[in-house]
């Protein structure tokens, strides 16, 4: 954290927000970026966030977000880190990240493991909202599940069990903050 004297008794902060290392389902800050604040006397006062704010969080929840709209599911199991069947047998891609493979060196096959150990850990049994993007070549749903608020596919990654695939990252609005 950072701050300036501008003038007349006003200081421009700026924070530098990082996400915090913090445990699965810990409070969610937002991705890496940076903040400019201009306080009186130097003086900061913490910005409330987004989803504690009662007109804001209505303003979100009816803005048609496409996690509210999307329709329920029950996740039956995990292949890997990045695939799910729901009960009904759709298999389902999670969209915008890449997991290790459960095939390669040992080394790779433990991190594989953790990865789809977390991802069933997070929605298996549950019933999780899913936005379809498209079908992949081997014919699974591409999609974001949600376990509201959560977005899995962001907390794989904030929680280092998978990286955004760049390739596809257009796809998923919090891929590119």
Do not use: F
């Amino acid at each position: 954290m950072a701050s300036t004297k501008v003038s007349a008794g006003w200081t421009l902060l700026v924070m530098a927000m990082r996400k915090p290392r913090h445990p699965p389902l810990g409070p969610r800050i937002g991705r890496a970026h940076a903040r400019v604040k201009l306080c009186p006397n130097g003086l900061a006062k913490p910005r409330a966030p987004l989803w504690r704010s009662g007109p804001a969080l209505l303003a979100v929840l009816l803005s048609g977000l496409p996690a509210v709209a999307a329709p329920a599911v029950k996740i039956d199991r995990c292949h890997d880190g990045d695939t799910c069947r729901t009960t009904n047998g759709e298999a389902i891609r999670l969209a915008c990240i890449d997991a290790p493979e459960l095939t390669g060196p040992p080394n790779a096959q433990r991190l594989a493991q953790a990865s789809r150990d977390y991802l069933r850990e997070l929605v298996v049994g549950k019933e999780v909202l899913i936005r379809r993007i498209g079908k992949d070549r081997y014919g699974r749903a591409i999609a974001e599940i949600y376990l509201w608020p959560l977005n899995i596919g962001e907390e794989m990654v904030a929680s280092g069990h998978a990286r955004i695939l760049d390739r596809y990252a257009s796809q998923c609005p919090w891929a590119l903050l």
